[in-house]
């Protein structure tokens, strides 16, 4: 009986594949690297529900298959997650490519005269970053027909990361809603702002270390207690002449849910790579201090352990590794630590905290990095700081041990200013340059 039951069932999957067209599936969400969100609900065919598997702050990401064609409505619902009055300008965005492969993020910009399209990749080879002058750039992270769909505006920018304008927040029930465009490929990644993952570090690293350059060194300063990697790029000053010149200290992600900062730490790498910084001091660029926090997505983990009340893997590590800098007369002048804000709690930059003991240095740096910033279009929200001193975070210890001047910054790439990825690696290049000039003018010394 059974034998005939499989006999029948096989022939009528068979003549269904036979004669059926191509059915897509349905749009669902999945589970994979990097993502947090999970479907809740599925209303209809072209409306979904999802909920964040974590409580987070700052950060989501999924992938959906089966969308090809569609433009879906996608709500979040968001009891116990986090606080979606926040997010009021937001526009998150998408693309077709693997987000946690560095590739998914080159982007390219037309040169006005020549109408030649140049990669932002400043780890390739000069020949290779030329990529013809098509409506869209050559490149081989997004097929052909949906290329054009990531073209700026004006055709001068592209990037394969789209944007889903249309939003719509319901504060009073925490929910906030959004349609997509239309879809051109079956699988899609949406994220609230561009990722930052571990994995995406790692093949970042890879490259770097590939190049292979005289002007910096990447080193494994220690592993967290779930054994990722914890790394530090050190890259020489542009005054070779100077005997001994000053390290400006750069970190992100102490707060692991808040990728914007990694991002700015990669475009001032980029800037010194690409020659668009005329000079730098001596950088030590930390990417990422919490990468269990952010495989967890978790907002935070280590970033109180430098007190003496507690420690962990991570900041054993990065005092080790700062005592041995200082041994080697290495010590850094400034740290920049780099967090990123909601969408609607600041502009592109701000200072939220400022260590009360070192204001006398923190003021002008901040005044410099604000005129840079608005000379290049970027939003500064002019705030008084608040005067404080984190004894037990990074910077505490950092002022403390070392005597270093500590600035905060908030990043905000979600702002009413949008920012690409251009703009956004852009802009931590420009916190190098105010702070370079800081160093160079002697004032330095004369504050201390
Ligand atoms: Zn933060």
Redesign the pocket.
């Known amino acids: 009986m059974s034998f005939v039951l499989i006999l029948t069932t096989m022939s009528v999957v068979r003549s269904a594949e036979d004669v059926a067209p191509v059915q897509h599936d349905n749009p669902k969400v999945l589970e994979s690297t990097g993502t947090n969100v999970r479907q809740q609900e599925k209303i209809c065919d072209d409306y979904l529900v999802v909920e964040l598997t974590t409580i987070t702050?700052?950060w989501w990401m999924m992938k959906l298959s089966g969308v090809q064609g569609k433009s879906l409505t996608i709500g979040f619902n968001m009891v116990g997650k986090g606080n979606v009055s926040k997010w009021v300008p937001l526009q998150p965005v998408y693309t077709y490519a693997d987000p946690n492969k560095l590739s998914a993020y080159e982007w390219f910009a037309k040169d006005s005269t020549s109408g030649q399209w140049r990669s932002g990749n400043a780890l390739l080879p000069d020949d290779q970053r030329h990529a013809g002058d098509g409506k869209s750039p050559r490149q081989s992270v997004i097929s052909q027909e949906s290329a054009e769909e990531f073209l700026s505006q004006n055709g001068s920018y592209w990037e394969p990361w789209g944007r889903i304008t249309k939003t719509e927040v319901a504060a009073n029930l925490n929910i906030f809603r959004m349609t997509t465009p239309t879809f051109s490929q079956d699988e899609v990644w949406i994220a609230m702002r561009y990722p930052f993952t571990y994995e995406l570090l790692q093949d970042y690293i890879n490259v770097l270390y590939e190049k292979r350059s005289q002007n910096f060194v990447i080193k494994t300063i220690g592993q967290t207690a779930e054994k990722r990697d914890l790394w530090a790029i050190e890259v020489k000053t542009s005054r070779f002449f100077l005997q001994n010149p000053m390290t400006l200290l750069v970190y992100a992600r102490?707060?692991a849910?808040?990728p914007d900062?990694s991002w700015a730490i990669l475009g001032m790498l980029n800037a010194v790579l690409d020659g668009t910084l005329e000079k730098w001091p001596r950088l030590v660029l930390l990417p990422m201090v919490d990468p269990d926090g952010v495989a967890k997505h978790r907002?935070e983990g280590m970033?109180r352990t430098f007190g003496a009340a507690q420690s962990s893997p991570e900041s054993s590590a990065l005092q080790a590794y700062m005592q041995s800098m200082a041994r080697d007369g290495k010590r850094p002048y400034i740290s920049i630590?780099l967090?990123?804000?909601e969408s609607n709690e600041a502009d592109n930059i701000w200072m939220?905290h400022a260590d009360y003991q070192r204001g006398w240095a923190i003021k002008p740096i901040n005044a410099r990095i604000e005129q840079f910033a608005k000379k290049n279009g970027y939003t500064f929200t002019n705030r008084e700081p608040e005067w404080t001193f984190q004894g037990n975070r990074f910077e505490g210890w950092l002022s403390r041990k070392l005597g270093c001047v500590d600035l905060?910054y908030?990043l905000n790439s979600q702002a009413k200013n949008r920012l690409t990825l251009q703009r956004l690696q852009e802009m931590g290049a420009l916190m190098v340059k105010a702070c370079d000039e800081k160093l160079q003018d002697g004032w330095f010394d004369h504050a201390q």
Do not use: F, K, Q, R
């Open positions: 702050h700052n102490e707060h849910t808040e900062g907002y970033i630590s967090h990123n804000v939220p905060v908030e």
